[in-house]
């Protein structure tokens, strides 16, 4: 492939698929053998770049960074780590907002592996259901723990509480700093990145600025 075209596809940023773009026979292996494979070529890189990986500081590099991609910082790609989403009727007929804040995001960026790291704020409005509010910080962890983009994480998560709360009254803001941008390309290291997904009520301006204005009251 010539470099042109592989500047052409560097470029490419962009996905339609609301999904995280997995390959039919993702877990045909077992997490050692993703491990064994990636211990090898992650060994290899190394050496491209020159480094010595007999050295006893290095020896053990391609196996730590191996175990923590597939047992840490990816271990959302897997659907059995889902965590299960308890949720209860809503026996005190609570209709107002309930909103819970300042979620940590830890997840990389799927362009570079690079980390992304910031706050989620989510508010639902509850029908017949609410949700243990642990459970909300458990989906943002469980999505973010795979190669991301902003965007889709943002989905992701109102999609699946949507689903969960039965019902279309939910928001999710997320505010995060990319080191793609802060480590490399334009090195800026103060920007952040906010998205903002929502359905039913806060597509109403009025319900989106209840929220948006109860959050920085919180964060100021």
């Known amino acids: 492939m010539d470099k042109e075209r592989m500047e052409l596809i560097g470029d490419l940023h962009l996905s339609e698929n609301a999904k995280t773009p997995m390959m039919s026979d993702a877990f045909a292996k077992s997490e050692e053998e993703k491990i064994k494979n990636i211990q090898h070529h992650f060994k290899k890189i190394m050496e491209e770049l020159g480094l010595d990986v007999t050295d006893e500081s290095l020896s053990g590099t391609p196996y730590r960074v191996a175990k923590m991609y597939v047992k840490e910082l990816f271990y959302g790609l897997n659907p059995k780590n889902k965590p299960r989403l308890s949720t209860f009727p809503n026996k005190y007929k ?6 819970e804040q300042q979620i940590t995001i830890d997840s990389a960026c799927e362009h570079h592996f690079l980390p992304i790291t910031g706050h989620a704020h989510i508010a639902y409005i509850p029908k017949t ?88 009251l919180k964060t100021e």
């Open 94 to 99: 609570y209709s107002k907002m309930l909103i």
């Open 129 to 216: 259901k609410v949700i243990g509010l642990s459970k909300i910080n458990r989906l943002v962890d469980y999505y973010a723990h795979r190669p991301q983009v902003q965007e889709r994480l943002a989905i992701q998560i109102l999609q699946d509480l949507q689903k969960t709360l039965e019902t279309e009254d939910v928001i999710v803001m997320l505010v995060a700093k990319h080191l793609c941008v802060s480590s490399r390309g334009i090195k800026d290291k103060n920007s952040v990145t906010t998205t903002l997904e929502y359905g039913g009520c806060f597509h109403e301006k009025e319900y989106r600025n209840e929220f948006i204005h109860t959050i920085n």
